[in-house]
């Protein structure tokens, strides 16, 4: 029945273990998955998944959100979202445990997940749940940082005329704000606003936001504005007005999101680059930057930026009227 691999004893075949664990009462089950918890939550080297599954079989509300939590952030590190998104499924189940902020801190971090994996609707309707959860405090930055990342997902869900509305809310709002300017998350807000201005092709607009969001995030230290900020910025001068030194800008961004571990925004920046170009029509440029593009979403499970970059490089091909490359391309931005 069993193989001893040295340091694990594991079921020869996978219908054996399911056999065995079938076989089990519920409260006996519930009982070894908790033995099985408290020995190897002891182990600094055990995988948070592991602990995960156990917690969870356990029917302990506790140990199903502290582990489940953790599960779902290294998996969100790793840039395996899917498993993330099960994790955190799992972890909010149990939301009632925790103070709102650290509640809302969860489900951010869930929507985050769900957008890399291109469930844009259930996206949108976390962050929903994460606005309601800090309106009900007093914390008013978090609370139109929360607002500023639901216009980005519903512009990402289709929903571009909500999403310009709130987001232009938003920056009203923090602009009137007393001390919001000494606040790191303003700058992320800016630089939203840079970025939805830019996809609304108000160029203009989305310059004039990028550089006061790069400028807040000098004076607080918010690096992680940057990266976006340096997309609106590089698209916006590329599209609006031409001027190829915003591929630096763009190439920029990646940089700054590589160091800082933020691989959204390194695609983001790829796929933008060839986006960009294809518009002002330098579409071998522009193709070979979408690759690259396609190529890193692959690599890091980014099923939303993938199929955003194949999507555009079928366009790119049908302008050169490379008809059949362009149809096969599109076939596959659809996906599933």
Do not use: K
Not at 203 to 232: K, Q
Not at 265 to 273: C, F, K, Q, T
Request: with cysteine.
């Amino acid at each position: 029945m069993l193989v001893d691999d040295g340091r694990v004893l594991r079921f020869r075949h996978e219908l054996a273990r399911r056999a065995v664990e079938s076989s089990l009462p519920s409260d006996r089950s519930r009982q070894l998955h908790h033995r099985l918890l408290v020995r190897l939550s002891a182990d600094a080297g055990v995988d948070t998944a592991r602990l995960a599954h156990h917690a969870v079989a356990t029917g302990d509300a506790e140990a199903s959100l502290r582990w489940s939590q953790a599960a779902a952030d290294a998996a969100l590190r790793a840039s395996a979202h899917r498993q993330a998104v099960e994790h955190y499924a799992a972890a909010v189940q149990h939301l009632d445990l925790l103070p709102n902020v650290e509640a809302a801190s969860l489900l951010s971090r869930y929507a985050e997940a769900l957008t890399n994996i291109d469930q844009q609707i259930a996206a949108v309707e976390t962050r929903e749940r994460v606005v309601e959860l800090l309106a009900a405090g007093d914390a008013d930055v978090a609370q139109w940082w929360a607002r500023a990342q639901l216009a980005r997902a519903l512009w990402t869900a289709g929903r571009s005329v909500e999403a310009y509305a709130l987001i232009d809310r938003t920056v009203a709002a923090l602009q009137n704000l007393p001390g919001a300017a000494e606040d790191g998350r303003v700058a992320v807000a800016y630089a939203l606003a840079a970025y939805l201005a830019m996809l609304g092709r108000r160029c203009a607009d989305a310059v004039a936001w990028a550089r006061r969001a790069m400028e807040v995030a000098e004076a607080t230290g918010a690096s992680e504005a940057l990266p976006l900020a340096l997309n609106a910025l590089g698209c916006s001068r590329i599209i609006g007005f031409e001027d190829l030194d915003g591929v630096e800008d763009l190439e920029r961004s990646a940089r700054i999101a590589d160091e800082l571990g933020d691989r959204r925004s390194v695609v983001g920046a790829y796929s933008n680059i060839g986006s960009s170009l294809g518009e002002i029509r330098r579409y071998d440029e522009g193709a070979a930057a979408l690759e690259r593009a396609v190529d890193y979403a692959a690599a890091h499970d980014f099923d939303y930026a993938g199929r955003y970059a194949l999507a555009w490089l079928a366009r790119i091909r049908f302008e050169q009227g490379r008809w059949a490359e362009a149809d096969a391309i599109a076939g596959r931005a659809l996906g599933d």
